[in-house]
């Protein structure tokens, strides 16, 4: 199916654990992008990438890692997880210029 | 990119229009103003955008000021399912990264 899709939906794990984010787009659209919502606030970008392995920070990029080896694919992965991370990542992709179509998100938590 | 300022929540009637304002009054002559919304715990949904002539499409119309310091998002028909968050945001041409503010929180009320 096209799209964009995001796994896992629901992710908990522990303080110091790595854990990969994974998002998949089917437009072959050159821009994707990663933003966590914290409860109750909007979201805020982490990194972004504008082609297969070029990418580049966002506001909050401290403590993840990104890459991008195929156009379909942007990983995140937190590289030694924080309760402070605790919390929704949104995925996006979009065409230069024009807008951004978002994933249904993951939920993590860290303990 | 320059900021935005909306109302953090407004009440709107079912079936009445819904006028949601954004002020942008730093925005530059390159720069776009986009809506999207964002109903509950769901990614957030592109509306529409526009640079300086007013758009409509089968969502809504986004009306401009002419000295593009203002904007105006239009639900013709607000219906229970547009209750949600909505983000009015200003992007550079062939820019992509959006900035989210709080944006408006609407609830339609039946």
């Known amino acids: 199916d096209a799209g964009i899709t995001q796994s896992p939906r629901y992710k908990i794990t522990e303080t110091g654990r790595q854990v990969t984010l994974m998002c998949h787009q089917t437009?072959?659209?050159?821009?994707m992008f990663w933003y966590r919502q914290d409860l109750g606030h909007g979201l805020r970008l982490i990194y972004y990438s504008a082609a297969a392995d070029i990418t580049d920070k966002g506001e909050v990029p401290d403590g993840y890692v990104v890459s991008r080896s195929k156009t379909e694919n942007f990983p995140l992965t937190l590289e030694s997880a924080t309760r402070s991370q605790t919390s929704v990542y949104f995925c996006a992709s979009g065409r230069v210029g024009y807008e951004q179509y978002f994933g249904p998100g993951t939920r993590l938590t860290v303990t | 990119d320059a900021k935005t300022t909306q109302p953090t929540s407004m009440d709107c009637a079912e079936g009445r229009a819904a006028n949601l304002p954004c002020n942008h009054s730093t925005i530059s002559g390159n720069e776009y103003v986009y809506w999207y919304r964002q109903i509950h715990s769901q990614g957030p949904q592109y509306i529409i955008h526009?640079?300086?002539n007013n758009e409509t499409n089968e969502m809504a119309s986004l009306i401009i000021t002419e000295d593009r310091k203002s904007s105006t998002l239009i639900l013709p028909h607000a219906t229970l399912r547009d209750t949600a968050v909505y983000y009015c945001i200003v992007v550079k041409a062939a820019g992509n990264k959006l900035t989210f503010g709080g944006g408006t929180r609407v609830l339609v009320k039946p």
């Open positions: 437009w072959s659209h050159s821009y």
């Open positions: 526009g640079l300086k």
